[in-house]
Every structure is written in structure tokens, then in C-alpha cells.
């Protein structure tokens, strides 16, 4: 699967990402998604993390 936007290649946990924020557009990579959601890049890492320790299952570790 592709960004919607600029056609990078789309991991695991930005597939996710786009499950969480953004599951009526097309799925966007995770500097693409950023933009749209007007938040830093970091911010949706942190956000990675932090589904993660919940135990949400639409993440992984390393990706
Ligand atoms: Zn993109």
C-alpha cells in the first residue's frame, strides 16, 4: 500500500495510524499524515508508542 499523497510506501504502524486518525481518506505516510492532522511527526511516533503499550494490535515494535 501506497500514500495516497506522495506515493511512499506504507509501513505497518502508518497503515495503522491512518486506522486511528484519518479512516475516512485515503492512507497517507507518516509525514503526509502529520501535515494533514496539523501535529509533528514525532507526535504520531510518541502516539505509536503509546497504542503500543496499550496493546493495540493495529501496531507493531520495529517496523
Ligand atoms: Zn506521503
Excluded: W
Excluded at 505497518?12 to 501535529?39: D, I, M, Q
Amino acid at each position: 500500500m501506497k500514500c495516497a499523497r506522495c506515493s511512499a510506501g506504507l509501513s505497518y504502524n502508518e497503515l495503522g495510524l491512518n486506522k486511528k486518525y484519518n479512516p475516512a481518506g485515503g492512507a497517507l505516510c507518516l509525514g503526509c499524515l502529520a501535515a494533514k492532522l496539523g501535529v509533528s511527526e514525532a507526535r504520531l511516533r510518541e502516539k505509536i508508542e503509546e497504542f503500543l503499550r496499550a496493546g493495540c494490535l493495529l501496531f507493531v515494535k520495529d517496523t
